[in-house]
């Protein structure tokens, strides 16, 4: 996102000396201040520039150098949804009012944003935001004339009922780019024909790609249209949603907020000592669930987990709660 940032900058002329030669010092104008903006509660990667952009576990970040990078909030819903579709909405627009103030204030600081990096559903607290929000968020990039980069690095490979979890969205541009790895078995990146490099050798790494890892992702991608497990993980994903959501009219003063999408679900309970003690009672039964958050329980089931599959889960939770 950076490479083409800066070539727009330089309204698409080539690369001078004075950049080669800055580059080598980490000055600029060949290392220029840019900045790539994520979210709060964002989980990107351990790597530098990703732990940047990472604000989930502080831990991980801890002791070591970071960018001074634009950190905007993510929208924080109230449940059920349809209770509440006009604050929802607020906070969409009010999340979205943030993004361009901070867009601003780092073009005034000299550091100009080249591109937003997010999350479709944050893994960290299973954190979901709507249609309108992502489109409203591609407008504000492509008015800028920055880029929008979705991770699903977690969301991918069918785990939402659509390949790519971006596509619930509807967006009314193709994405500039992708990430992926997780379910995929490979982790990789793909994006439009403007974040293309012009010069040889810009991105380049000594094994050319991982060729036997192609052959399992490809090998996963069959399995899915063979088995029809898109379908499967959207009705298996609905049917699981609709049933945690009835648990939580009868047991209302223990779990509440049910969200997500397809195999990518959570619920909170009421306090966090409630959420320890339901996930310990849950795998003495043989359940495997996973915390989010401060008080929220995760559910990450396999493609081929079915209805079946989820009644044996609504028993054991029932039992448990």
């Keep these: 996102m950076m490479i083409a940032y800066q070539r727009a900058q330089r309204g698409q002329k080539a690369i001078t000396e004075e950049d080669l030669k800055s580059a080598?010092?980490?000055?600029?104008?060949?290392?220029?201040?840019?900045?790539?903006?994520?979210?709060?509660?964002?989980?990107?990667?351990?790597?530098?520039?990703?732990?940047?952009?990472?604000?989930?576990?502080?831990?991980?970040?801890?002791?070591?150098?970071?960018?001074?990078?634009?950190?905007?909030?993510?929208?924080?819903?109230?449940?059920?949804?349809?209770?509440?579709?006009?604050?929802?909405?607020?906070?969409?627009?009010?999340?979205?009012?943030?993004?361009?103030?901070?867009?601003?204030?780092?073009?005034?600081?000299?550091?100009?944003?080249?591109?937003?990096?997010?999350?479709?559903?944050?893994?960290?607290?299973?954190?979901?935001?709507?249609?309108?929000?992502?489109?409203?968020?591609?407008?504000?990039?492509?008015?800028?004339?920055?880029?929008?980069?979705?991770?699903?690095?977690?969301?991918?490979?069918?785990?939402?009922g659509r390949f790519w979890c971006h596509e619930h969205f509807c967006l009314p541009c193709h994405v500039d780019a992708v990430v992926f790895g997780g379910k995929c078995q490979l982790a990789g990146f793909f994006h439009s024909l403007d974040l293309s490099p012009k010069e040889r050798d810009r991105l380049y790494e000594p094994w050319m790609g991982d060729p036997v890892k192609l052959y399992i992702f490809e090998a996963i991608i069959c399995l899915i249209e063979q088995l029809n497990l898109m379908k499967q993980v959207e009705e298996t994903g609905k049917y699981m949603k609709e049933g945690l959501m009835e648990m939580e009219i009868q047991y209302y003063d223990l779990i509440h907020s049910t969200r997500g999408l397809g195999s990518i679900l959570a619920f909170d309970a009421q306090c966090p000592a409630l959420r320890d003690n339901i996930i310990c009672r849950l795998r003495q039964k043989g359940v495997i669930v996973g915390q989010c958050g401060s008080q929220g329980i995760s559910l990450r089931p396999s493609l081929t987990f079915t209805k079946r599959h989820v009644d044996i889960f609504l028993q054991k939770l029932e039992e448990v709660i």
Excluded at 26 to 35: A, H, R, S
Aim: with cysteine.
């Design 24 to 160: 080598l010092i980490n000055k600029p104008p060949g290392t220029p201040e840019l900045t790539i903006m994520s979210f709060k509660n964002a989980e990107h990667g351990t790597t530098l520039g990703a732990m940047s952009a990472s604000h989930s576990n502080a831990l991980s970040k801890v002791d070591i150098p970071a960018f001074d990078w634009p950190m905007a909030e993510f929208p924080k819903y109230k449940y059920p949804l349809d209770h509440f579709e006009s604050l929802n909405k607020g906070q969409d627009e009010k999340c979205l009012a943030q993004i361009e103030d901070l867009l601003d204030k780092y073009e005034k600081k000299n550091m100009p944003v080249a591109g937003i990096a997010v999350e479709p559903i944050q893994s960290d607290c299973t954190t979901e935001a709507s249609a309108d929000f992502f489109q409203g968020l591609q407008g504000i990039t492509n008015r800028r004339g920055i880029y929008l980069m979705f991770d699903e690095s977690r969301t991918g490979c069918g785990a939402t």
